[in-house]
């Protein structure tokens, strides 16, 4: 069974069409028991970070994620502002702590020539090989939505960045159990549920 963290932030019903369309075995929670039981974790995220901390702060999920997947027993997908709270720190809202799963900074985008937010499709330009690219189409494009990106990572978990315009976004991390997409898998096509399906397929 495949748990959805609901920590009040999440495009829930996004990821939970998805993993119905998937014909996945699934369950929408924050208790941290049922969380236990579960074969792994989607945290997707939609607002800020200092608001998504402190909300699993006050749910009592920072320990339990820092636990279950720091040690090595629970694989998590990260979703947008999911993959960003996996980071050590951000600037938004004043400089603040994530989770610290991964090494590196989320900074706000700036380019004089982009818009920003940026919210499109991009494509995903591989920057090494992983097993999940099997699954993918030749060109796979994918749908953002974020005005914050991450910097300062280990060039050895991005596996796929996207461009716009002058900006190098860090689109898809993986290390170890943990995948991070900064776009979102459950509004991105095939693509996206390939995704989603290689995450499922590899917790189970």
């Not at 996945?24 to 074969?39: F, P, Q, S, W």
């Not at 200092?50 to 820092?66: F, H, I, N, S």
């Not at 997947?69 to 400089?95: A, W």
């Not at 818009?115 to 796979?140: A, C, M, V």
């Amino acid at each position: 069974m495949i748990a959805i963290i609901d920590y009040g932030m999440g495009n829930l019903r996004s990821v939970e069409n998805a993993l119905r369309y998937l014909k996945t075995d699934y369950c929408i929670t924050n208790d941290a028991e049922v969380l236990r039981k579960a074969d792994g974790w989607i945290l997707p995220g939609v607002g800020a970070f200092a608001d998504c901390m402190k909300q699993l702060q006050a749910l009592g999920l920072v320990e339990l994620l820092k636990e279950e997947v720091g040690n090595g027993t629970k694989p998590l997908l990260g979703i947008c502002l999911g993959m960003q709270v996996l980071f050590e720190e951000s600037e938004e809202g004043g400089l603040g702590k994530g989770l610290g799963l991964l090494k590196g900074k989320v900074v706000k985008m700036i380019d004089p020539q982009a818009r920003i937010p940026h919210i499109g499709w991009n494509l995903l330009e591989y920057d090494q090989p992983h097993p999940l690219f099997t699954k993918l189409s030749e060109k796979p494009f994918v749908y953002f939505v974020h005005s914050y990106y991450a910097v300062h990572y280990d060039s050895n978990i991005l596996i796929a960045h996207s461009c716009y315009h002058d900006l190098h976004i860090c689109a898809l991390v993986a290390k170890g159990h943990i995948v991070g997409a900064q776009f979102h898998p459950e509004k991105s096509g095939t693509d996206g549920l390939a995704i989603l399906r290689y995450f499922v397929e590899e917790c189970v």
